[in-house]
């Protein structure tokens, strides 16, 4: 195949990353283009692959069509114009995922991806890690028998929901989007990906619990570099960020915090940007913690639970089956058969760890290695989070927090 030229839209923690495996693969793909408002964030990656920066998508896409593709990394609200715009124009086209923050809008990009027939996906890399392969290799194997029911845990863990989703971008709903599809449009995809039906029927439940003004430890300030009650402070800004930077872990979160990896950076970015805030004095409103409980076509059944309140670590899931068990933590997978009742543990192959810092496990790079060869080469094949898939999705998704605001079981279009 002959390297995929790509047009980075979004330069990000996300676009950044998937530029970065572009520079990695100079024989897959190359940078020509990087597009961000801010000066900060494109200028060291527009340096750093050699490729012009523009200001924004809009800049970009007066140029006409001068890449083969475009990765859309901005912020959740701003997927739908610069997708359809570039589609468009015939640009190929791998957006981060949701796909956008309303259910319109999702529609109108697939509309305008399949009328432009350009090859498109959304990154739900879950579906390309290692690890995915060894669980629907395990299922699609018939171990377990017929699927059943499932149960499905993501552990967000208590500073991740402080910093991504109380302090950090995706805090509001109105300027991001609400939770379930912010963090667990992975979720629920992912588990129509492995048990290979859609989801048919959905109820949900949750709120936002703890991270409100009302439970505010008396004596607490709006900054943690100001507070005396922050030493005993589990979501302590100070505790979370200097501690990795004193260990030099300067990537994501840190990354996000700020740019410049120093003490005096970091205290100045803790003091006036909003990642210093007092988890109790924000302006968030997404939940905290949610319950999904739906059915899937030909009639198995699952719960998916999303909680901020855990240590964190790998999603957790079991299926059941009629003629056994299989658990899985996202690096390891155990099945159980009844009819032997012996229970063995499957070999997983495991390409970093399973957080976004650490490439989900190898699902980042098999993505763009996937969309580089479909492009390259126009195997369409190769994209497993193509319009139609990604769609289904994201409307189970828009059901699910539609039944979780009426309190109905709501039917999946």
């Not at 047009?7 to 990000?12: D, N, S």
């Not at 912020?75 to 949701?98: C, N, R, S, T």
């Amino acid at each position: 195949m002959s390297p995929v030229s790509l047009a980075i839209v979004g330069a990000g923690d996300r676009g950044t990353g998937y530029a970065r495996w572009a520079l990695a693969h100079p024989e897959q793909a190359r940078i020509v283009a990087v597009a961000d408002p801010s000066a900060e964030r494109a200028l060291p990656l527009a340096a750093e692959s050699g490729a012009p920066r523009f200001t924004g998508w809009k800049q970009l896409a007066e140029m006409g069509r001068i890449a083969d593709a475009v990765v859309i990394a901005t912020q959740d609200g701003e997927h739908a114009e610069p997708a359809k715009a570039f589609a468009e124009l015939g640009y190929h086209i791998l957006v981060e995922k949701p796909l956008a923050p309303t259910e319109a809008e999702c529609r109108e990009i697939v509309a305008a991806v399949e009328r432009a027939g350009v090859i498109f996906a959304v990154c739900h890399v879950l579906r390309y890690a290692p690890y995915t392969d060894t669980v629907r290799s395990v299922l699609e194997s018939g171990q377990i028998g017929e699927i059943v029911s499932i149960q499905h845990l993501e552990p967000v863990g208590f500073w991740h929901q402080a910093h991504s989703y109380v302090r950090g971008n995706w805090r509001r709903s109105d300027q991001s989007a609400f939770m379930l599809l912010a963090k667990s449009s992975h979720d629920l995809d992912w588990l129509q990906y492995v048990v290979g039906r859609r989801i048919r029927r959905v109820s949900s439940f949750g709120g936002l619990k703890h991270f409100r003004p009302e439970n505010r430890p008396e004596g607490a300030a709006s900054r943690c570099l100001d507070c005396a009650v922050e030493p005993d402070c589990p979501y302590s800004a100070t505790r979370l960020y200097f501690g990795r930077l004193r260990e030099g872990r300067h990537g994501w979160p840190l990354s996000v915090v700020t740019p410049t990896f120093t003490e005096e950076a970091l205290t100045s970015a803790l003091r006036h940007g909003p990642y210093g805030r007092c988890v109790y004095d924000c302006d968030n409103d997404v939940v905290d913690h949610q319950v999904v409980a739906m059915e899937f076509d030909g009639g198995a059944s699952g719960t998916f639970t999303m909680t901020a309140f855990t240590a964190g670590g790998h999603r957790r899931t079991r299926i059941f089956g009629t003629h056994g068990e299989l658990s899985c933590d996202g690096q390891s997978v155990r099945v159980h058969d009844f009819r032997t009742g012996v229970s063995t543990a499957v070999a997983v192959t495991m390409d970093g760890d399973a957080t976004a810092g650490g490439g989900h496990a190898g699902g980042d790079g098999r993505l763009m290695a996937a969309f580089a060869a479909a492009v390259s080469n126009g195997e369409r094949d190769r994209i497993r989070s193509g319009p139609s898939e990604s769609l289904a999705s994201h409307l189970a998704v828009f059901a699910a927090e539609r039944a979780r605001l009426t309190d109905r079981v709501i039917t999946v279009e």
